[in-house]
């Protein structure tokens, strides 16, 4: 063999073997961040972990049923501890850019739903979120970034830690970089295959491996159209992910069940803006995006725990107010058309008296691509049918 060609298959094969070494470090570490998203330990009462209010079988937003049916929000570590907003789904969402203002004067990115977890720092939103929940007293509420890192270094999966990271990991003078390192490992299982999986009929029949029925045909139709929906939830793309990153404000009331007004009667969630009043280089954005939360994934919207016991509810929108995809839609649809209700009215309440409270925050509602879409009944149940093709795990 000439010399040029020996070269050339001795780089080629170089090549393989850094690309395979390289999948097998990214396995490892999507292995090490599933073992710290699902482990209880990490809270100081040892009863909750990531994926207590972030499971799959759920499609990666909480799964009690008693809670989705009623405040949304879940309990802390620590007893009668309560966030004040329902948990995002954590799947699809390591897509999300670092918070910007885009070309139209749109904030873009970030995650939670106010986009607080900038990106700024660590170059990744998730990771950043990541970090959040272990400190937060009404979460996982451990005291310091060490407590998790000892946690973590002690833990079954300790040794995975030193092999993704390095011995040194673990030193007590690196607490912040093996802080940071735990979350970029969580990030890193967020980013899976098992989280994102592209799984759903829809997805399937893009491939020819199942077939839409029409209603879910018309369904899609109209939520590129006439529905709007495609507007913020973008639908094009071999894989769309079904959400623009961008904030809006729905005009969704406050959901009366919410522990926040136990402890807090005249609480107002202003999302966006009330995060971005925080920022000496944002705070001029403000007023115009208060009440603005971040648009979610549509994708596993409908997904269920198959052995959860009682009625299957899930919670929709930032604060959980609604309880099933048919009055969410029908609220897109009629929200400007119908009379006001009372403020204390759930979702039940108002479907009943065919009325809608009023907005949260008022002031910064979208007005222009919902609140009075003009469709029937029969398309409000087409596009909901459609939605529920968007559950990963499907099986033709």
Same mark, same amino acid.
């Given at each position: #063999?000439?010399?040029?060609?020996?070269?050339?298959?001795?780089?080629? #094969?170089?090549?393989?073997?850094?690309?395979?070494?390289?999948? +097998?470090?990214?396995?490892?570490?999507?292995?090490?961040?599933? =073992?710290?998203?699902?482990?209880? &330990?990490?809270?100081?009462?040892?009863?909750? =972990? !990531?994926?207590? !209010?972030?499971?799959?079988?759920?499609?990666?937003?909480?799964? $009690? &049923?008693?809670?989705?049916?009623?405040?949304?929000?879940?309990?802390?570590?620590?007893?009668?501890?309560?966030?004040?907003?329902?948990?995002?789904?954590?799947?699809?969402?390591?897509?999300?850019?670092? @918070?910007?203002?885009?070309?139209?004067?749109?904030?873009?990115?970030?995650? *939670?739903?106010?986009?607080?977890?900038?990106?700024?720092?660590?170059? &990744?939103?998730?990771?950043?979120?990541?970090?959040? /929940?272990?400190?937060?007293?009404?979460? +996982?509420? @451990?005291?310091?970034?060490?407590?998790?890192?000892?946690?973590?270094?002690?833990? =079954?999966?300790?040794?995975?830690?030193?092999?993704?990271?390095?011995?040194?990991?673990?030193?007590?003078?690196?607490?912040?970089?093996?802080?940071?390192?735990?979350?970029?490992?969580?990030?890193?299982?967020?980013?899976?295959?098992? %989280? $994102?999986?592209?799984? %759903?009929?829809?997805?399937?029949?893009?491939?020819?491996?199942?077939?839409?029925?029409?209603?879910?045909?018309?369904?899609?139709?109209? *939520?590129?159209?006439?529905?709007? !929906?495609?507007? !913020?939830?973008?639908?094009?793309?071999?894989?769309?992910?079904?959400?623009?990153?961008?904030?809006?404000?729905?005009?969704?009331?406050?959901?009366?069940?919410?522990?926040?007004?136990? =402890?807090?009667?005249?609480?107002?969630?202003?999302?966006?803006?009330?995060? @971005?009043?925080?920022? %000496?280089?944002?705070?001029?954005?403000?007023?115009?995006?208060?009440?603005? +939360?971040?648009?979610?994934?549509?994708?596993?919207?409908?997904?269920?725990?198959?052995?959860?016991?009682? $009625?299957?509810?899930?919670?929709?929108?930032? $604060?959980?107010?609604?309880?099933?995809?048919?009055?969410?839609?029908?609220?897109?649809?009629?929200?400007?058309?119908?009379?006001?209700?009372?403020?204390?009215?759930?979702?039940?309440?108002?479907?009943?008296?065919?009325?809608? /409270?009023?907005?949260?925050?008022?002031?910064?509602?979208?007005?222009?691509?919902?609140?009075?879409?003009? @469709?029937?009944?029969?398309?409000?149940?087409?596009?909901?049918?459609?939605?529920?093709?968007?559950?990963?795990?499907?099986?033709?």
């Amino acid at each position: #063999m000439k010399p040029t060609k020996i070269i050339i298959c001795a780089a080629l #094969m170089l090549g393989i073997i850094a690309s395979v070494a390289g999948a +097998q470090e990214l396995l490892l570490k999507e292995q090490l961040g599933k =073992s710290i998203f699902n482990d209880k &330990n990490l809270s100081i009462n040892g009863n909750q =972990s !990531c994926a207590t !209010c972030h499971a799959p079988e759920s499609g990666w937003t909480g799964p $009690n &049923n008693f809670i989705n049916a009623a405040g949304s929000v879940y309990e802390g570590s620590i007893p009668d501890r309560f966030g004040d907003r329902k948990p995002p789904s954590s799947a699809y969402a390591t897509q999300s850019p670092i @918070l910007h203002v885009d070309k139209k004067g749109l904030f873009v990115g970030g995650n *939670f739903w106010d986009g607080r977890a900038t990106g700024e720092r660590l170059g &990744n939103p998730s990771a950043e979120q990541a970090q959040g /929940p272990f400190l937060n007293p009404k979460e +996982q509420a @451990l005291a310091t970034p060490n407590d998790v890192v000892e946690r973590v270094c002690t833990a =079954s999966y300790g040794y995975l830690f030193k092999e993704v990271w390095g011995e040194e990991v673990c030193d007590p003078a690196k607490v912040a970089e093996a802080y940071d390192d735990i979350a970029y490992s969580i990030a890193a299982f967020e980013s899976s295959s098992e %989280s $994102n999986a592209f799984t %759903s009929k829809f997805d399937l029949s893009r491939k020819g491996k199942a077939q839409l029925t029409p209603q879910e045909r018309l369904g899609f139709a109209l *939520f590129q159209g006439e529905g709007k !929906c495609a507007k !913020c939830h973008i639908s094009t793309g071999q894989k769309p992910l079904f959400t623009d990153y961008t904030f809006d404000n729905l005009g969704i009331p406050k959901n009366p069940d919410n522990p926040v007004y136990d =402890s807090d009667p005249g609480f107002i969630d202003l999302g966006l803006g009330g995060f @971005l009043a925080t920022r %000496s280089d944002y705070a001029g954005f403000a007023e115009e995006n208060k009440g603005k +939360q971040k648009v979610p994934t549509l994708r596993n919207v409908d997904k269920w725990d198959n052995l959860a016991l009682g $009625n299957k509810v899930k919670a929709y929108g930032h $604060n959980g107010y609604f309880k099933s995809l048919k009055g969410i839609v029908h609220f897109y649809n009629t929200r400007d058309v119908l009379p006001t209700c009372p403020g204390d009215y759930t979702e039940e309440q108002a479907l009943a008296a065919d009325c809608w /409270p009023a907005p949260e925050v008022a002031a910064t509602v979208n007005t222009a691509e919902l609140g009075n879409l003009g @469709l029937t009944a029969e398309e409000e149940a087409a596009i909901v049918a459609f939605l529920k093709t968007l559950s990963d795990g499907y099986s033709p």
